[in-house]
């Protein structure tokens, strides 16, 4: 290998290797653009797109479907969540719709409704709402987790008040995207070790308080987003929640960069379709132990890059 240049003479033949020995690796695709390689992650996945697709098929549901996603910031919770909701198209549904509300930027519970009555709009249009509640384990009012309790009449009543009237909601998907917590056994640590010493049963005690037991029986489905770090400590015969695995976090960068550059950058497309990118800068991309801010500072990698009229990178 002459590492001063960017062609191998043996490049087709490790081509060939890669294309031979990917055949061989489960993924799951969703709407062409979210690929999972990782176990848990394809078996989550899948599970989110099962409970969307009975739902969306139901002529008059009692609530909204309401599922929780987790994962380091900048992870790509919303965006999975979209890719499965956009794969759901052609099932006989009717559209969906996204709708985000950022409820860290919500000073009061009154400020809700005017989001309910935006979410109620798209159901008199016609469609099925996919709604963000991003941050939504933030405080409120200096209490932590202080919005669930306005959260729990709309999630199992479809309804909200505003100035005292109840309006209905409608058939509705409510994904809740935690900011501060990691995944979903973080979040629910509390209710989980409920039963243990002294100082477990307080925090019990203060997540019931707060209604955290409440919101959690509501739910009726729960997505952790892997982040983009890779882990040296991984080990592939340890337990199953240890995933994902550093072959799985790699295909998963390999995944967002093709993506993104599809997106920034067509013009690195050639006749066949295929991403012109040297070795050294998808080695480089792949192989960074750690990206201080997730899948946000990947991308910003690519938005800092010289491609514009490139045609390679």
């Not at 008199?124 to 709402?129: N, T």
């Not at 480089?284 to 899948?295: Q, R």
Request: proline share 6%.
């Amino acid at each position: 290998r002459d590492w001063s240049s960017d062609v191998c003479s043996s490049d087709l033949n490790e081509d060939k290797i890669a294309k031979d020995l990917l055949d061989q690796v489960p993924v799951a695709i969703f709407a062409g653009a979210l690929r999972a390689y990782d176990r848990s992650e394809i078996e989550s996945y899948r599970a989110l797109y099962s409970l969307m697709f009975d739902y969306v098929r139901q002529t008059a549901p009692p609530r909204p479907l309401s599922v929780a996603v987790f994962g380091p910031p900048g992870a790509g919770k919303s965006f999975g969540v979209k890719m499965v909701a956009k794969a759901l198209e052609g099932c006989g549904a009717r559209a969906i719709e996204n709708l985000t509300f950022n409820l860290s930027q919500y000073q009061k519970p009154d400020e809700l409704a005017a989001a309910f009555h935006l979410v109620r709009d798209v159901v008199l249009r016609g469609k099925i709402p996919l709604v963000f509640f991003d941050e939504f384990d933030t405080a409120l009012e200096s209490v932590s987790l202080g919005w669930l309790r306005y959260l729990l009449t709309p999630m199992q009543d479809a309804e909200f008040v505003d100035r005292g009237t109840p309006h209905p909601i409608g058939q509705s998907i409510f994904v809740f995207a935690g900011g501060t917590c990691n995944n979903y056994r973080e979040f629910a640590r509390p209710f989980i070790e409920r039963n243990g010493d002294e100082q477990a049963q307080k925090a019990f005690k203060d997540f019931k308080s707060i209604k955290g037991p409440d919101f959690l029986s509501r739910l009726r489905g729960t997505l952790d987003i892997p982040g983009l770090d890779l882990d040296a400590k991984f080990d592939p015969y340890g337990p199953t929640d240890a995933f994902p695995c550093e072959a799985a976090i790699l295909f998963r960068r390999a995944n967002i960069l093709a993506f993104q550059l599809s997106q920034k950058a067509p013009n690195l497309l050639d006749g066949d379709k295929v991403l012109q990118v040297s070795g050294p800068v998808v080695r480089a991309l792949s192989h960074l132990p750690k990206f201080e801010h997730g899948n946000r500072s990947f991308e910003a990698l690519l938005d800092m890059s010289h491609l514009v009229g490139a045609d390679k990178f």
